[in-house]
T-cell receptor
Framework: EPEVTQTPSHQVTQMGQEVILRCVPI?????FYWYRQILGQKVEFLVS????????KSEIFDDQFSVERPDGSNFTLKIRSTKLEDSAMYFC??????????FGDGTRLSIL | AQKITQTQPGMFVQEKEAVTLDCTYD???????LFWYKQPSSGEMIFLIY??????QNATEGRYSLNFQKARKSANLVISASQLGDSAMYFC?????????????FGKGTHLIIQP
């Protein structure tokens, strides 16, 4: 069964550094998403992406964040000037229109 | 604004018993979708079941069923014949399907522990 893949599984970064989280969505899916889950808390929506542009973004997704689909398969989340509170599990998801979103296994981001 | 409420932070259930996980939602949109996801201790998010607001019948997927009561704005997950492997966090989520790319709003989750 096709699945969403995320790399790396765990990323450790110094505060103030930039980090790029990578995702390969399911190949025929058209909609892509990033979510964040701070340890012990609920999953929070960050941004959705369709037709090579941002479709919707939450209040969390400020100028520190950006997303890109650099080629036909990858979907990336860039976090600039990382802060301690950016430490979380970051999930990528993809879907067809009006279909359930399928999540990757997540990248655990630790900011030191 | 959309809101999801899961009132059971934790539940203990005996193996082989049925379990109901509660979820209520609040939205002013007439068209929406409701989802349940399972998150084992390993951390991944596993899609379980989906219910559309206009679906006439309650959704079922194997041992999972969704008890959808639209007037009460509830979408409880029922797991029949629970197994030890069902122990996990369970999240209810909602999406307005009209836009196609709208993000999901999640509840705080229920930690389900199946006891032998």
């Amino acid at each position: 069964e096709p699945e969403v893949t995320q790399t790396p599984s765990h990323q450790v970064t110094q505060m103030g550094q930039e980090v790029i989280l990578r995702c390969v969505p399911i190949s025929n899916h058209l909609y892509f998403y990033w979510y964040r889950q701070i340890l012990g808390q609920k999953v929070e929506f960050l941004v959705s992406f369709y037709n090579n542009e941002i479709s919707e973004k939450s209040e969390i997704f400020d100028d520190q964040f950006s997303v890109e689909r650099p080629d036909g398969s990858n979907f990336t989340l860039k976090i600039r000037s990382t802060k301690l509170e950016d430490s979380a599990m970051y999930f990528c998801a993809s879907s067809l229109q009006n279909q359930p979103q399928h999540f990757g296994d997540g990248t655990r981001l630790s900011i030191l | 604004a959309q809101k999801i409420t899961q009132t059971q932070p934790g539940m203990f259930v005996q193996e082989k018993e049925a379990v109901t996980l509660d979820c209520t939602y609040d939205t002013s949109d007439p068209s929406y979708g409701l989802f349940w996801y399972k998150q084992p201790s390993s951390g991944e998010m596993i899609f379980l079941i989906y219910q559309g607001s206009y679906d006439q019948q309650n959704a079922t997927e194997g041992r999972y069923s969704l008890n959808f009561q639209k007037a009460r704005k509830s979408a409880n997950l029922v797991i029949s014949a629970s197994q030890l492997g069902d122990s996990a966090m369970y999240f209810c989520a909602m999406r307005d399907p009209g836009g196609g790319a709208d993000g999901l709003t999640f509840g705080k989750g229920t930690h389900l522990i199946i006891q032998p």
